[in-house]
């Protein structure tokens, strides 16, 4: 029987990692992953996970043997963040053009410079295009989830792509949280073995990674974009099953007090849990507004997102990122979404919480009631920054 | 991939753009990238098979009557082989068509 576990985030994502029977690691550490991949080597040195453990001289090299290893036919899990991910970068393309089901946790961490090590979403916004399915969550429970679920997933016949999993560096990654850990029956149960089609074999030798001159380029890419919009079904297959097993079922927008709210707030990640703080204390205040979560943020859900905001006519939106020169990117992503629509709510769009600091639930209210003014002002600034010292 | 890529839809692509044949780039008309092409004076032909060494493509092959001659079908009109020749056999022409 799973057992509830007072349990440091990242730790238990290892021991999800372990649940899943890995094969492969390759990972090299950085802040605030470390503690993910150190604790998989510990796993791997004391014989409790029977996994192969490469450790690397750079992330480059991280993502390149994962390439390798899944390609053979093994189940393959990474972890890295900012400066990290952005040194594999090259490499997270090829990951998913190949379609290997490699699936990586990514404690998301601010970009340099000025040098950060602590919490943002620029390191996901860097790696938007690269062709993986992304996962969004918001506690250690989720985290433990959509790992095992990930892998499911990636390496269903239909999907065979890459997963990411997002987590808040330090303000989700380092917490000690209470988690339901799956014993390792259910697990096996719910995750079947990896079975690549066509893995590297000397007795049936492939090409792999091979060049495609402009004759085919372009039939590739759209094979692919077929690919990972289609994976979607499987996607919620999988949640539905996770679900029906083990109680805890996932969306690909998640919403919180949405219902008959002419103002929403949307957040991804670990913050979302500070916003529901301030959505309660405003609805006891008679308020109605309320909080949606894009938790699948690719492949997009357009559809899910139309449903949630068709009867707004305000949505605040807190961006951990800046898109500099541009603005919010995920205000702007919303923003395109429910463009086709014919009613389209005013979208107003917030960064904050850079580089570590904190959105508290008050920050939550002076955010929404300064969105409420400028929705009310009928102004079309693209964003404003929050919380900047002026 | 299929033989025929410029009839290849996207649905024909493999898995990851695999190649499962094995020997994909002897069907590759590598050929039709060539702007010049190179032309013979085998009067001057010593036979010393320099150019067939130099020749990246590796798609020259003496013929019956012993001559050293590139197969158009691979060559992509590098000249190289005219460049290297100490007899000056070899002369790179424009293609026309």
């Known amino acids: 029987m799973a057992k509830r576990t007072g349990i440091e985030v990242s730790i238990a994502v290892s021991e999800a990692v372990k649940l899943a029977n890995t094969d492969v690691i390759a990972a090299y550490p950085i802040t605030p992953q470390t503690h993910i991949v150190e604790h998989l080597a510990e796993l791997v040195a004391q014989g409790e996970l029977n996994a192969e453990y490469i450790p690397v001289e750079s992330e480059h090299s991280a993502m390149s043997a994962c390439l390798g290893s899944s390609a053979a036919g093994a189940r393959t899990f990474t972890a890295t963040a900012g400066q990290g991910l952005e040194l594999m970068h090259e490499v997270v393309y090829v990951a998913s053009s190949m379609r290997l089901p490699i699936v990586m946790a990514v404690a998301n961490r601010a970009l340099s410079g000025p040098l950060s090590v602590w919490g943002d979403h620029s390191d996901v916004m860097s790696v938007r295009d690269t062709g993986w399915i992304q996962i969004f969550v918001e506690n250690g429970q989720e985290a433990v989830d959509n790992t095992i679920c990930a892998f499911r997933m990636a390496e269903d016949s239909r999907v065979l792509l890459p997963v990411m999993v997002h987590l808040d560096g330090f303000h989700l990654s380092h917490m000690v949280e209470p988690i339901m850990m799956p014993d390792q029956k259910e697990v096996d149960e719910f995750l079947p073995p990896f079975n690549y089609p066509l893995p590297l074999d000397p007795s049936k030798p492939v090409t792999m990674g091979a060049f495609a001159p402009p004759i085919v380029f372009t039939e590739a890419k759209w094979a692919q974009e077929m690919n990972l919009e289609q994976s979607k079904d499987v996607i919620l297959e999988v949640w539905k099953k996770f679900g029906d097993k083990f109680g805890r079922y996932y969306n690909p927008v998640e919403c919180y007090r949405c219902d008959d709210c002419e103002t929403l707030i949307m957040t991804m990640g670990s913050f979302s849990e500070t916003a529901m703080m301030a959505i309660d204390k405003l609805r006891e205040e008679g308020k109605k507004i309320g909080l949606f979560r894009i938790r699948l943020w690719r492949p997009f859900p357009f559809e899910e997102v139309r449903e949630t905001v068709k009867n707004a006519k305000a949505i605040i939106v807190l961006d951990r990122a800046i898109s500099l020169g541009m603005g919010g990117p995920v205000a702007s992503e919303l923003r395109n979404a429910l463009y086709p629509l014919e009613k389209r709510p005013k979208i107003m769009g917030f960064v904050g919480g850079l580089g570590g600091r904190d959105i508290t639930p008050t920050d939550f209210e002076k955010i929404i009631k300064r969105g409420l003014e400028i929705a009310a002002a009928g102004s079309n600034r693209e964003f404003e920054i929050y919380g900047v010292r002026e | ?97």
Request: net charge positive; hydrophobic share 25%.
């Open chain 2, 1 to 97: 991939m299929t033989n025929s890529e410029d009839k290849m839809t996207w649905k024909d692509v493999e898995i990851g753009c695999i190649v499962t044949k094995p020997g994909s780039a002897t069907i590759t008309q590598t050929g039709d990238w060539r702007s010049r092409r190179p032309t013979y004076d085998f009067s001057k032909c010593i036979k010393c098979a320099i150019c067939q060494t130099y020749c990246p493509e590796g798609c020259i092959h003496q013929n019956e009557k012993g001559n050293y001659v590139a197969d158009l079908f691979y060559c992509k009109g590098c000249g190289i082989c005219a460049k290297e020749c100490p007899k000056k056999v070899i002369t790179m022409i424009e293609e026309k068509e």
